[in-house]
């Protein structure tokens, strides 16, 4: 089983920033896609953003797309989400998820995927 860690969340401004960590340990079979998604109270579960299989492609939700980027480092099984621009309705408590076998059309389904960590909170709110 691979071992997904989240840090990095905190309560922020709005228009503030935050940088999110997800680093995996254990026996990961590559390609391997990480992937965030993120829950509010009292809604489901919502994909995020994604880097599909390790390598160039990475895949945004329409509400971050512009102002969140992830990225990718290797050599430290880490993903990173950077969010900028932060608001309200960013809320959540954000997740990291990774699969060994994922498909593509299967990307933001939140069901599809065998690896997750516990969370952390990330608050924006003045």
């Known amino acids: 089983q691979v071992d997904l860690v989240e840090s990095g969340g905190g309560l922020v401004p709005p228009g503030g920033s935050l940088r999110l960590s997800c680093k995996a340990s254990?026996?990961?079979?590559?390609?391997?896609?990480v992937t965030w998604f993120r829950q509010a109270p009292g809604k489901e579960r919502e994909f995020v953003a994604a880097n599909w299989r390790g390598g160039e492609r990475t895949y945004y939700s329409d509400s971050v797309k512009g102002r969140f980027t992830l990225s990718r480092e290797r050599a430290e099984n880490a993903v990173y989400l950077q969010m900028s621009s932060l608001k309200p309705e960013d809320t959540a408590v954000y997740y990291c998820?990774?699969?060994?076998?994922?498909?593509?059309?299967?990307?933001?389904?939140?069901?599809?995927?065998?690896?997750w960590g516990r969370g952390t909170q990330v608050t924006v709110s003045s």
């Open positions: 254990g026996p990961i079979s590559k390609p391997y896609t």
């Open positions: 998820a990774g699969d060994s076998r994922l498909i593509l059309s299967s990307l933001r389904v939140s069901s599809q995927y065998d690896d």
